[in-house]
């Protein structure tokens, strides 16, 4: 997503494994939809990177990792990475979170503490309907 015309996905990197089961649906949305999705977004830099590691431990699964860069006027330059797990999805899945993380902002997600927010909260209390004069 575009926060003040600029988008805010810089990098999308598609980590996979040549062999194996839970990668199977990554393999195959980079070869049927990967290249669809480059010519869309030509903003944006696809790396297709190949896991590969000897030991059991060292084991990294299927993932897309993106980095987002959230301008704001106190910190320009901010960068923020967000990496999703795509073990045993299917390539419809991979995409849809390719979509998600392309329209995501690189702002963190803030919890409201009131349902009411407002820079002059009311002394006397919030209005409602119910009110009676």
């Known amino acids: 997503m575009a926060l003040r015309g600029v988008w805010q996905l810089q ?11 839970s990668s ?9 939809q990967l290249p669809a999705f480059k010519e869309k977004n030509p903003q944006l830099e696809v790396i297709a990177e190949l896991n590969y590691t000897r030991y059991k431990r060292e084991t990294r699964w ?13 910190s ?13 999805m299917t390539p419809e899945d991979v995409h ?9 902002l690189g ?3 803030v919890k409201l503490k009131t349902k009411h927010v407002t820079k002059h909260p009311s002394v006397q209390g919030t209005w409602t309907t119910d009110l009676q004069m």
């Open 76 to 88: 320009p330059g901010n960068k923020n990475e967000r990496v999703v797990c795509v073990k045993n």
């Open 96 to 104: 849809q979170c390719a979509t998600r993380l392309r329209n995501a």
């Open 107 to 109: 702002r963190k997600v």
């Open 24 to 32: 199977r649906g990554i393999r195959a949305f980079m070869e049927s």
């Open 11 to 21: 990098k999308l990197i598609v980590s996979y494994r040549d062999w194996g089961g």
């Open 62 to 74: 299927s993932a897309v990792s993106a980095n987002l860069l959230f301008q704001s006027p106190f």
